[in-house]
């Protein structure tokens, strides 16, 4: 087959469409026939050598894909040769085939076509799983979502919409702003101009969001903190704003808030299956009545990879950058 691979770190340049041995589904896997992959900003990371795949992983860089059952490893159960599903990946979604745990797949929800679903598994597990399964996010609620118009944000904005909360986003032009409102965010703040702690109050009667969801990490910690109301959930899943910051714990004691931080690539096999589990429950019948979908901004060739990692470096880009194979 063929994947991207990166003989050595760097810019986009160092991604090479590559030709390298098929991977064999071991016990418990299948082997999927990728339709499409999808960017995300961990794939950068990997690029630039400062995220490696977890040990006996995939060492392609991608974390999702859609595409078709080509074999069966032993002991699965539940799928047949030629479904339709996409997954959740430690890695391998850039290439043309790639092993994948029989936990981490779902089937294409009804309506959609199979390149789309490739835009699905690693933001809606990373919602899910941090909005709801450990912030708690309940309806009539407030969440605070940075980065508004990213995969993540217009996945986050419409869920949260969907168990009836409401939702501020933050974003940096009016274009990715008017998007958001589209997808039904309640309030609009332009991070280049205006302080998203006072807007959040302004917007809330002082109360504060109820939960955030953070991609920035060390450089919005202190404000994030002043922002939450009280009984607030800081949910922390990136640090594209740095790694080190100061926590004023006066503050976060006086709100009785709580600040949680997770990765998806790294966990064992059994909590991705429970994620995967969780999201088919809750946000499958979602997409399915048309309630929720996946926001695509474009569709570029898998072998010129290089070219979506520099919209998505750029910012120039509204939801998912998928790579379709050839």
Request: with cysteine; net charge negative; aromatic share 4%.
């Amino acid at each position: 087959m063929y994947a991207i691979t990166i003989p050595e770190p760097g810019g986009p340049e160092a991604l090479v469409w590559d030709e390298v041995p098929d991977p064999v589904p071991g016990e418990g896997e299948v082997l999927v026939e990728v339709t499409a992959g999808a960017v995300n900003r961990a794939d950068i990371l990997q690029r630039q050598g400062f995220y490696d795949p977890p040990p006996g992983t995939s060492p392609y860089p991608g974390l999702e894909c859609s595409g078709r059952i080509a074999a069966l490893g032993t002991g699965v159960s539940g799928w047949s040769i030629g479904d339709e599903v996409c997954a959740l990946l430690a890695g391998g979604g850039y290439a043309q085939k790639v092993a994948v745990p029989a936990g981490q797949l779902l089937p294409v929800p009804e309506g959609l076509e199979l390149r789309q679903a490739a835009a699905l598994p690693e933001v809606v597990c990373t919602v899910w799983s941090n909005v709801f399964m450990v912030a708690h996010l309940r309806p009539d609620e407030t969440l605070l979502v940075h980065g508004g118009s990213s995969g993540i944000g217009t996945m986050a904005i419409q869920l949260a919409k969907a168990v009836g909360a409401r939702v501020a986003v933050t974003a940096g032009t009016k274009e990715k702003l008017d998007r958001c409102a589209e997808l039904g965010a309640d309030i609009l703040i332009n991070y280049r101009d205006q302080d998203f702690v006072e807007e959040i109050r302004n917007a809330t009667d002082g109360a504060g969001a109820d939960v955030i969801l953070d991609n920035m990490g060390a450089k919005y910690l202190d404000r994030n903190v002043r922002a939450l109301a009280v009984h607030g959930r800081l949910a922390i899943i990136g640090m594209q704003g740095g790694i080190k910051g100061e926590l004023n714990i006066a503050t976060l004691l006086s709100k009785r808030a709580a600040i949680s931080a997770t990765s998806l690539r790294a966990r064992p096999l059994g909590e991705k299956a429970t994620i995967v589990a969780a999201v088919r429950e809750h946000v499958w019948p979602l997409l399915e009545a048309g309630h929720v979908r996946p926001v695509v901004d474009r569709e570029v060739p898998m072998s010129d990879a290089a070219a979506a990692h520099r919209v998505v470096e750029e910012s120039g880009h509204i939801g998912k950058v998928l790579l379709v194979t050839p």
